[in-house]
């Protein structure tokens, strides 16, 4: 269309048209949760997006980027999966974006490989996820990142000879238990329990499987929740039932305490050790500028977390390559500018593996600290530049 038009206009007319042929508009569908209990998800991804995009005006090379927002939902998939299908087949997005559920992008990978539509994921972290489809970057974190290494440490460092671990029944739940126990185990540990506690759409009632942990007094407690309103409610039942008293160590990936909850989950929180590769706190220059911005933006109560980070790290994946390929998204072409893409994001330094597409990242055991009445983040030891240990080791589906 925009040829023709070029043609009916008249020489001189055309010579100036040049410029703006060039200029492109991508569009990029994004599938989140923008509803519901999960709601703050969403509008956590969202803003750390359109603030790259307002932080950096040039990093679209002149292009421009349309954002077509689709409400998840609940996190079951099937509502993703249809709004994957309009987006791709409606309307004729060049790249996806977001997926807050794992089920949800679980459920979109068929989709995206049909149709080669580039697939960005923002959160979502069932390790094989990326196994899905060619055309899945994850810019997040797998659920093996945290949980494998987290095995080890507890097993070596906080002196866990036993541990139960409550998860979250659903795909990155089952994840994060396999995950780590096989470091655990590894590192000459025993899990002691395996407590499935609930789903993802309700935050339960914790204190029945709490109790239960209680009454089998193992040394370590290890949690995997999906972050937000889960997290909140774990860590003040593991308050109220008396837990850390009873001399058992609250630990976890990061979702456990995200920045956006943390300073409400009190002195209950305190002592708890996490692996995780980003918190607001982080003393990186990246991170303070980003934190500065987010700030001004939003308001100073309001804080960036691990999902912001990586929705922000995402947008700069998709600028990346509207900026590398003019504007003009073909998805093989898209892949490959992906593949081996460094970035200097607020987390630390990242990589997307060329052969998983999964984020390379550092992973830090944290340990929660109370300083000048607020919580903080304290870091007590770094993993450098950790692959996903699901794929690196080859463990189930990450072998295919
Ligand atoms: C996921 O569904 O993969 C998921 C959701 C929330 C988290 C982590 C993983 O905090």
Redesign the pocket.
């Known amino acids: 269309m925009k040829l023709l038009r070029t043609v009916a206009l008249g020489a001189a007319a055309m010579a100036l048209a040049v410029p703006a042929a060039h200029a492109a508009t991508v569009k990029v569908g994004v599938v989140m949760t923008f509803s519901g209990v999960n709601a703050e998800y969403g509008e956590q991804i969202m803003r750390a997006m359109d603030l790259y995009l307002k932080e950096h005006p040039d990093a679209l090379g002149g292009n421009k980027i349309e954002l077509i927002k689709r409400d998840s939902k609940n996190?079951g998939g099937a509502v993703a999966k249809t709004e994957v299908q309009e987006l791709i087949t409606r309307d004729k997005v060049d790249m996806l974006a977001g997926f807050?559920?794992?089920p949800d992008a679980i459920a979109s990978a068929p989709l995206v490989t049909q149709a080669k539509v580039p697939m960005i994921i923002m959160?979502?972290?069932?390790a094989w996820i990326t196994n899905l489809s060619p055309y899945i970057v994850r810019t997040s974190f797998s659920m093996w990142h945290a949980a494998y290494p987290m095995g080890g440490y507890a097993a070596k460092s906080l002196a866990c000879k036993t541990a139960a671990v409550g998860y979250t029944d659903y795909p990155?739940g089952k994840d994060s238990l396999e995950a780590f126990k096989k470091g655990f185990e590894g590192a000459g540990g025993q899990v002691v329990d395996e407590i499935p506690m609930g789903n993802?759409a309700q935050v339960p009632d914790f204190t029945p499987f709490l109790q239960r942990v209680k009454d089998k007094k193992p040394d370590c407690f290890y949690v995997f929740v999906?972050?937000g309103p889960h997290a909140a409610a774990l860590v003040k039942t593991y308050g109220d039932l008396g837990l850390r008293a009873a001399g058992i160590k609250l630990i976890g990936p990061l979702?456990i305490i995200q920045d956006t909850k943390l300073q409400q989950m009190g002195k209950a929180a305190e002592g708890m050790v996490v692996m995780g590769h980003y918190a607001a706190d982080y003393d990186n220059p990246a991170n303070k500028a980003f934190v500065k911005a987010w700030h001004a933006a939003y308001g100073a109560d309001s804080t960036p977390d691990f999902m912001a980070v990586a929705g922000w790290d995402g947008m700069a994946a998709i600028a990346h390559v509207v900026k590398t390929l003019h504007g003009k998204i073909d998805p093989d072409k898209a892949m490959k500018a992906l593949e081996g893409w460094k970035f200097n994001s607020p987390r630390g330094p990242i990589m997307i593996d060329p052969m998983t597409r999964d984020v390379v990242q550092n992973e830090h055991v944290e340990e929660v600290v109370a300083k000048g009445g607020r919580l903080h983040v304290k870091v007590l030891e770094t993993i450098p530049q950790v692959k996903d240990p699901c794929k690196e080791l080859k463990v189930g589906k990450c072998a295919q």
Not at 123 to 126: S, V
């Open positions: 996190p807050v559920f794992s959160n979502a972290g069932t990155p993802p999906p972050a979702d």
